[in-house]
């Protein structure tokens, strides 16, 4: 009898990990660093200017909510960029 080999593609469970990501609105300046040129793919200005999470990562608030674990690396940049340290990435 021959006993077949099944490959299981390894799968990274950090693929299904998220990132909590808050903004925090009273001390963002409306600078637009993090949605204009650090991580657009995770913020967006919102009407009063200041920065917010894009609509799939919000959880309750624009202020704050969740990211994919492949998207950390922006977020952290705009979280380093930003000027009066409004962003909390972790």
Do not use: H
């Not at 704050?64 to 492949?70: A, F, K, L, S, Y």
């Amino acid at each position: 009898m021959r006993i077949k080999k099944i490959l299981i593609p390894y799968l990274s469970i950090r693929a299904f990990m998220s990132v909590k990501v808050k903004v925090d609105q009273d001390t963002c300046t409306a600078c637009g660093l993090c949605y204009n040129d650090e991580c657009p793919d995770v913020f967006f200005e919102q009407d009063n200017g200041n920065s917010g999470l894009k609509a799939e990562f919000q959880k309750g608030s624009p202020s704050e909510g969740e990211i994919p674990d492949n998207k950390k690396g922006c977020a952290d940049a705009a979280a380093d960029a930003c000027p009066v340290s409004a962003i909390t990435v972790g």
